[in-house]
């Protein structure tokens, strides 16, 4: 069985730092993109950042400059948050092509105090 299990969530004063991880653990065959998505209350799930499995990268323009993603091996991935704002406040979902599927996590809260 395939699990994304991320880590790195809390609260944080607005133009603080946070950095999320992203581990996959489990049978896995093959693994490729990886990414963070965010999904703020009532709204919909957004991609925040991705990352392939060659190190190519693509941002949401709205944290292009604050935020990196990086992966220092093909089953882990990270985001640092820098510069956080309030309107970052959302659950950050980790996402991984594994295996020919996508897979998400569990989901990690992140909160910007203003």
């Known amino acids: 069985q395939v699990q994304l299990v991320e880590s790195g969530g809390g609260l944080v004063q607005a133009g603080g730092s946070l950095r999320l991880s992203c581990a996959a653990s489990?049978?896995?065959?093959?693994?490729?993109?990886m990414g963070w998505y965010r999904q703020a209350p009532g709204k919909q799930r957004e991609l925040v950042a991705r990352?392939?499995?060659?190190?190519?990268t693509n941002y949401a323009d709205s944290v292009k400059g604050r935020f990196t993603i990086s992966r220092d091996n093909p089953r882990t991935v990270y985001l640092q948050m820098n510069s956080l704002k309030p309107e970052d406040t959302a659950v950050y979902y980790c996402?991984?092509?594994?295996?020919?599927?996508?897979?998400w996590g569990q989901g990690t809260q992140v909160t910007v105090s203003s």
């Open positions: 990352i392939t499995i060659a190190g190519s």
């Open positions: 489990g049978s896995i065959f093959s693994i490729n993109a």
């Open positions: 996402n991984a092509d594994i295996n020919y599927t996508p897979r």
